[in-house]
């Protein structure tokens, strides 16, 4: 189980790991992460309700993410429930210790009042000159798209095995980064993630649907579509 710690800091409730110290990271975000979001580079698609952008405090860049406060209903429905935002930073730093391939989240920020929710975000390292799998699947040899697919479904097995589903699992969910050893995948966007205290095959499977369906769309053999899947146990 994570551990962490959570304390109030300028109105908003800081939720990070227990022993890290972000003051540094704090006094650039605070009292208002949004001045760093509207400044950063905006990125595309990442979930609904979300502003993601690319943001650089002290020379270092960041993945910052704002869940957007919609309306009285939403706040007040997460009087007693976390918000989205520290659901995946709780997920993701569990599927981080399991040994799967994702960015590491540093910091949850909540805006409540009274335990209403407002806004909240969530800050990851962020992955220098990583790429989409469905952008750059056709530009790899097949020997790296043979090791790419046995990385996807070692780290989903991981992820299956921490009990965590991710909830959307196709290809544009997946980074690709390239290192000396060759390239290397990273899941990505655990906003429909959830935990579960035991996951049934079925469960198991409809997780990585939409990555066997990106699969068929690109016509792969059935074969390969066979061997990830009983590398999952799922065969």
């Known amino acids: 189980m994570l551990k962490r710690s959570c304390y109030r800091e300028n109105g908003l409730l800081v ?9 540094s990271l704090l006094s650039h975000l605070l009292p208002d992460p949004d001045r760093l979001l509207v400044a950063g580079e905006q990125l595309p698609g990442r979930g609904r309700g ?12 960041y993945l910052l993410k704002r869940f957007a406060y919609r309306n009285i209903w939403y706040g007040f429905r997460h009087v007693f429930k976390r918000s989205r935002a520290l659901k995946v930073f709780f997920n993701q730093n569990q599927a981080h210790a399991a040994g799967v391939s994702v960015p590491l989240p540093l910091l949850c920020l909540e805006e409540r ?5 407002r806004r909240s975000y969530v800050l990851d390292h962020y992955l220098q000159e ?48 390239q290192t000396e050893a060759g390239p290397k995948i990273w899941l990505i966007d655990f906003d429909n993630s959830w935990r579960a205290a035991s996951l049934s095959r079925n469960r198991r499977q409809k997780d990585v649907g939409h990555f066997v369906r990106d699969m068929r769309w690109r016509k792969l053999p059935e074969a390969q579509i066979t061997g990830f899947l009983a590398r999952l146990a799922l065969r």
């Open 15 to 23: 939720w990070q790991r227990a022993g890290d110290d972000f003051r």
């Open 50 to 61: 979300c502003t993601t952008a690319r943001v650089t405090i002290a020379g270092t860049d």
């Open 113 to 117: 009042s009274w335990r209403f929710l």
């Open 130 to 177: 990583s790429r989409p799998l469905d952008q750059c699947w056709d530009e790899l040899t097949e020997t790296e798209q043979g090791d790419i697919l046995v990385q996807a479904a070692e780290n989903y097995g991981r992820l299956h095995q921490a009990g965590i589903l991710h909830g959307d699992s196709n290809w544009r969910n997946l980074l690709i980064t």
